[in-house]
């Protein structure tokens, strides 16, 4: 972090959910719960709910890098988290602005392709560029188990490899080979909730519980925020993916299960036990000291 700067600014360039439960949003919760300020370069807009996607319209390339720099050029970056990038001429627009960030700002990519509702967030034509042109640039990527091999799928195209097989040590090294630094296979869809992190020569296991009851809509967001504003505040990799799986795990735990007709969405922030709190507090208050004043 930059000395004259009180708390690090992490970026998040990302599409904005409309329901408040992924995307942008969960990111500004996620960094805010992490204790550094959030900024954004918001890529496409949606309307979403609990529900579903109705709608996705992307933001302008030039207006996604404009973004970026009045964010970069003001208050600085510490660390860059990148989410839905939708399409071949964002991800360009992306891969330029980062080149402008000052050598060794640290960048995490959470690979959004599918909403939690099953809406494709990432055309089919833009895995190649996402591949070549993000992965490379990313310090951490953090896939779940579908959007990694579907990536090493997408890396070994022409070489008849199919990685529907493939999980564990395997996926994690072949994620490696497109070109982050580090690669963390996030556990929500594996049959055990471990996360996998693998720097090139290490993997480490990350175990956690699976909250059947919880509320999981914004959990990968929540993650990879949390890994990225570890990353701005000194954390090593590893130290950052382990405070990354406690945070998610939590809010998974913890997640607004009764909002709305959907997938809840996470709670990140404490929203229900804050709730908790207050409704303890009423019961607790006598009629007398309630009554409002004349």
Do not use: Y
Request: glycine share 12%; with cysteine; proline share 6%.
């Amino acid at each position: 972090m930059a000395a004259d700067r009180p708390v690090p600014v992490v970026l998040s360039i990302a599409g904005s959910d409309s329901g408040g439960g992924a995307g942008i949003q969960a990111d500004l919760k996620a960094f805010a719960a992490a204790g550094v300020h959030g900024a954004t370069a918001i890529t496409a807009l949606t309307a979403q709910s609990t529900v579903g996607v109705s709608a996705v319209e992307a933001v302008s390339p030039a207006m996604v890098e404009a973004q970026v720099e009045a964010v970069a050029g003001d208050l600085g970056v510490d660390a860059v988290k990148i989410g839905m990038l939708g399409d071949v001429a964002t991800i360009e627009a992306v891969a330029r602005a980062l080149d402008r960030l000052p050598a060794g700002t640290p960048v995490v990519h959470d690979p959004v392709m599918v909403a939690e509702s099953g809406a494709r967030l990432l055309a089919q034509d833009a895995m190649a560029a996402l591949i070549e042109q993000v992965l490379p640039r990313a310090t951490v990527i953090t896939p779940n188990l579908p959007e990694a091999q579907a990536l090493v799928e997408e890396g070994a195209r022409g070489a008849g490899a199919c990685a529907g097989d493939l999980d564990g040590e395997a996926l994690a090294r072949a994620l490696h080979g497109l070109g982050p630094a580090v690669v963390v296979v996030t556990g929500g869809h594996r049959d055990e909730v471990t996360d996998l992190v693998f720097d090139g020569v290490r993997l480490d296991e990350l175990p956690s519980e699976r909250h059947a009851d919880g509320a999981a809509h914004g959990s990968g967001c929540t993650h990879s925020s949390t890994l990225a504003a570890h990353l701005a505040l000194g954390s090593t990799p590893l130290e950052a993916a382990r405070a990354a799986r406690e945070a998610s795990g939590a809010a998974v735990r913890d997640g607004l299960r009764g909002l709305g007709a959907g997938a809840g969405p996470v709670d990140v922030l404490g929203l229900t036990r804050a709730a908790d709190v207050r409704a303890k507090t009423r019961r607790a208050i006598p009629p007398s000291v309630a009554r409002p004043l004349p």
